[in-house]
């Protein structure tokens, strides 16, 4: 995947990301691109009766045995979609169009389903909710887990800090509960849940409160009914990227219902699992985690995108997320290290003129880590004592006796840049860009982001 030319067709889609904050428990933020258009004749009402599926097969995937009988992902969405049938709507209309403008959209969110998309599918279908609500972080993120928004929200849900916190998601140095799929998905369904009940068992008036916050939201609501006026969605004076957002989910459902019509090719996804819970029993060097799973640190993270360090966060269930049908050869090779060989040491005795803040940045990590991984309580340090150091620390050729780390370029991407550029550019790797910038490799780059490089000669 080309991640400028990515970055450009999904910006064209989504124009703008925003978010607005209004309601009590904070607002998610989503990607907008249509404006309002008023439409007669659109249905007053949607969605205030109960949501049932549209055939008996859709409610028996719910215990769904794609590993046993795989088919395809997408039909199985296809079946239980049922909203395209009750909207005829203009502004729905245009955001078809603006999605059919940009046919390579569905096909690069195809390549990121196949590793969440499974799960939330599985998840909404548990819960009896409408299968459109499954699509809602294709619109929310692209199904990307390490896209952050301008304003800081982050996840496959597109979920704001303040949000997170009122929602229980754990968010520090190490795990980040609004970019891990479980974490994530759990909260963001049960708010919708919240929602959609607080307005009337409604599903657009619950998808505008996600957007725009459920106070904006109940305000707008009152405005109308004291002007006598009617209070459903379309009718409601709400912000312009709400207004944008609900109809882009209805598109995306008339979309994925009927490709054929729209003369759209989706590729397909295994209706199976794409991963499995894998108990590890205590706190693990990633990097060695990969290595017992038998699959790359990329791979590793991609699935386990809520991890923000070098190790499984250590005041959590000591788990992580495998390739489907590795988990058990995964807990075998982990039964076998002895706690010592669960993370990899290196030992630095500390030099005259050292501070934590140099050793961090020596080894490419954070004053916090090192304090936690040697048990300090301030950052006082004495000359010749010794620090523990993991050795994923290390980036490669770093020695351990190094005294200076190399200067700190902060680097502001232009639009058309890539990893693969920028890498060439300052000869230095795709990899230790990745590291430093606590990116996903295959995220695509936002012009006016800043990056961190370290290069040896400026």
């Known amino acids: ?181 479980r974490d994530s998905t759990e909260v963001a369904l049960d708010y919708l849940e919240e929602l959609h009940s607080e307005f009337d068992n409604d599903w657009l008036l619950a998808l505008a409160a996600y957007n725009a916050g459920e106070g904006r939201v109940a305000r707008a609501r009152k405005a109308n009914l004291e002007k006598g006026l009617p209070t459903d969605f379309w009718s409601l004076d709400l912000p312009r990227e709400t207004r944008r957002y609900v109809p882009k989910v209805l598109a995306l459902s008339r979309i994925v219902a009927e490709p054929e019509s729209h003369a759209v090719e989706i590729p397909s996804i295994a209706d199976e699992p794409a991963f499995e819970v894998a108990e590890v029993g205590g706190q693990i060097d990633l990097a060695r985690a990969a290595e017992l799973a038998d699959v790359s640190l990329e791979t590793l993270r991609e699935l386990n995108p809520g991890q923000l360090q070098w190790a499984t966060a250590p005041d959590r269930p000591q788990e992580l997320l495998v390739p489907a049908g590795s988990g058990a050869r995964f807990e075998e090779e982990l039964a076998q290290l002895t706690p010592a060989e669960r993370i990899r040491w290196r030992h630095y005795t500390v030099k005259p003129g050292d501070n934590l803040l140099v050793i961090a940045k020596k080894f490419h990590t954070d004053v916090a880590a090192l304090r936690r991984i040697n048990g300090l309580s301030g950052s006082n340090i004495r000359a010749g004592s010794t620090l523990m150091i993991p050795t994923s620390f290390l980036a490669p050729g770093l020695a351990i006796t190094a005294q200076v780390p190399p200067p700190t370029l902060g680097y502001k991407v232009q639009r058309g840049d890539s990893l693969a550029g920028i890498a060439g550019k300052y000869k230095i790797s795709v990899d230790d860009i990745v590291a430093w910038n606590a990116l996903d490799p295959r995220k695509y780059l936002q012009p006016g982001q800043t990056l961190k490089l370290r290069v040896s000669s400026l």
Request: with cysteine; net charge negative.
């Open 1 to 181: 995947m080309k991640l400028a030319y990515f970055f450009i067709v999904i910006s064209t889609l989504m124009l703008a990301a925003g978010c607005q904050s209004t309601g009590p428990a904070g607002a998610l933020p989503m990607a907008s691109s249509l404006a309002q258009h008023t439409y007669p004749g659109s249905p007053a009402n949607f969605g205030h009766s109960p949501w049932t599926p549209k055939t008996p097969a859709a409610t028996a995937a719910t215990g769904h045995q794609g590993a046993q009988d795989t088919g395809d992902l997408w039909e199985r969405i296809r079946s239980s979609l049922s909203w395209q049938e009750q909207v005829d709507n203009r502004q729905v209309d245009l955001a078809v169009t603006s999605y059919l403008a940009q046919p390579d959209y569905l096909p690069q969110v195809s390549e990121r389903g196949s590793l969440y998309l499974y799960y939330i599918v599985e998840e909404v279908q548990k819960r009896n909710m409408p299968m459109e609500i499954a699509l809602v972080p294709l619109v929310e993120s692209t199904l990307d887990p390490f896209t952050y928004s301008s304003s800081q929200a982050a996840g496959l849900w597109q979920i704001m800090p303040q949000t997170g916190e009122n929602l229980g998601l754990q968010q520090d140095s190490w795990f980040d509960g609004r970019r891990a799929v």
